[in-house]
């Protein structure tokens, strides 16, 4: 009778995700769930950064058969992108028709069981500096001439690109207001969406005028302290003026991602930790700039690489906040891409690849970010990529991780946690391209409640167990 009564309920768990999902919430390093159960994420970057700013309903933006596809291969994260430039065409005017035309992709994620982080996302500003993000009326470059114009990321180093972000640092015409009621207007629309991660602050801000020395002198304190988190501070304090309980998310600068360390909440501290994420991004600028001369990546990536991972433990443990590594990938090096991967699970970290689709990106590597050949084929997609990103993976524990590991090639996995209360089991997603003959599972500490070969694995903790061990090999 209790055999049978599990398995019903392993099999109510698979059919009704949706209940099982609420918004996340921040518990020291980890995201937490409404049923108390630690959730580990992976999924994709969806922005679409050219006008309008929002991906279309159609086959190559997104409609409901990608958060099919998405969902079908265990992504349980969007990075979505919200452009400044579309919440506010002019100085103070709210587009309720863009929000809108965003919503539609929310609550089709939504109905998917895929959380979604709200990413105020820029890279070069403007499309005057063949970037995107700002609306024109925002750039303020004095009329400095460009002599020339490379585009993403040499751009960064010109200096009217440079006199425009020290302006947005410093304040310059009052644009921190502007900036703040957009996101508030974000944080409005979406305050209750139940499946929210977050608002995430801004994308990779660059440290302007003083972006060479911060890499070469690893990192730069002032630009962090005194410019960088006082800018990110009051957007998040005008967040919170709206929404009390959803997570904001701050990133440290671009040049974290190549292993720079960040100095946010060091000589200035951050006073409200409350549901605070710190997002980051893992890239090696020997693999950029090896994939731009089509020659093999170096192995010195593994070095930056792990240092980034570092450097993210330190940084969000000093701020208390959740990590989560929203951007690596960007490319087809797969031993990079693996790489990577491997150094997340390793280290217990969530992840969102760059990028879902290619959607014409200006400041990209046209036809190697994406999943796909073509856009609006989704059988177009790399198979070698999906089967390094398609992984085993604890979705929601109901206890706190210890250690991870999953070998792509083999399908082998191992989990372990501790026990803590919760109110719901812990969901492992197994996908069908790494067992098409079925798997085996072993568990120490806890029960398995759903049916054999399920893609969701359900593991109920065994009254009395301190510690679950679970491991998965193939047929």
Not at 27 to 48: A, K, S, T, Y
Not at 270 to 290: P, R, V
Not at 365 to 384: I, K, R, Y
Not at 447 to 452: F, G, K, L, N, R
């Amino acid at each position: 009778m209790i055999r049978k009564y599990l398995k019903i309920l392993g099999i109510f768990w698979l059919c009704c995700p949706m209940l099982a999902q609420a918004g996340l919430h921040s518990q020291g390093r980890w995201m937490v769930d409404d049923n108390n159960r630690v959730v580990l994420l992976h999924g994709v970057n969806v922005i679409w950064k050219q006008a309008p700013y929002f991906p279309p309903d159609t086959l190559s933006g997104f409609t409901s058969a990608d958060a099919d596809w998405l969902q079908a291969q265990g992504f349980n994260s969007v990075r979505l992108g919200v452009l400044f430039s579309g919440v506010m065409p002019q100085p103070g005017v709210i587009d309720q028709n863009y929000l809108q035309n965003v919503d539609r992709v929310v609550q089709l994620l939504a109905s998917h069981s895929i959380y979604v982080l709200l990413d105020f996302h820029q890279d070069l500003y403007n499309e005057k500096f063949k970037g995107e993000g700002f609306p024109s009326w925002a750039v303020y470059d004095d009329g400095l001439p460009a002599w020339i114009n490379p585009g993403f990321p040499f751009g960064y180093l010109l200096p009217n690109i440079q006199l425009t972000y020290y302006h947005l640092y410093t304040n310059y015409r009052n644009i921190w207001s502007h900036y703040q009621q957009a996101l508030q207007a974000v944080a409005e629309k979406w305050q209750n969406q139940p499946n929210l991660q977050g608002y995430e602050v801004i994308n990779e801000p660059p440290p302007g005028f003083v972006f060479a020395l911060c890499y070469f002198s690893n990192g730069c304190q002032d630009f962090d302290s005194n410019y960088l988190q006082p800018f990110e501070t009051t957007m998040q304090q005008g967040i919170r003026q709206v929404d009390r309980n959803g997570m904001i998310w701050i990133e440290p600068n671009i040049l974290f991602d190549f292993g720079i360390p960040s100095y946010l909440n060091t000589s200035r501290r951050i006073t409200d930790s409350s549901n605070l994420g710190f997002s980051w991004h893992n890239y090696c600028m020997q693999s950029d700039i090896a994939q731009m001369l089509g020659v093999p990546t170096p192995s010195s990536c593994l070095d930056p690489e792990t240092e980034v991972f570092n450097n993210a433990a330190n940084t969000s443990s000093s701020m208390n906040a959740s990590s989560f590594m929203s951007e690596f990938g960007s490319g087809n090096d797969l031993p990079d891409i693996a790489r990577v991967a491997q150094l997340a699970d390793n280290h217990l970290m969530g992840w969102d690849y760059w990028a879902y689709k290619g959607f014409n990106d200006p400041t990209g590597a046209a036809g190697t970010e994406g999943l796909f050949a073509q856009d609006d084929n989704l059988s177009s997609v790399n198979q070698g990529k999906l089967s390094l990103l398609s992984r085993t993976y604890p979705q929601a524990t109901a206890g706190i991780p210890q250690s991870l590991s999953f070998d792509p090639n083999s399908g082998a996995f191992s989990y372990t946690y501790t026990v803590q209360s919760a109110s719901a089991p812990t969901q492992i997603f197994v996908p069908t391209i790494h067992y098409p003959n079925g798997y085996r599972v072993s568990v120490s500490g806890g029960t398995v409640i759903s049916v054999a070969n399920a893609s969701t694995l359900l593991i109920r903790n065994n009254p009395g167990a301190s510690t679950v061990q679970i491991s998965i090999t193939a047929n």
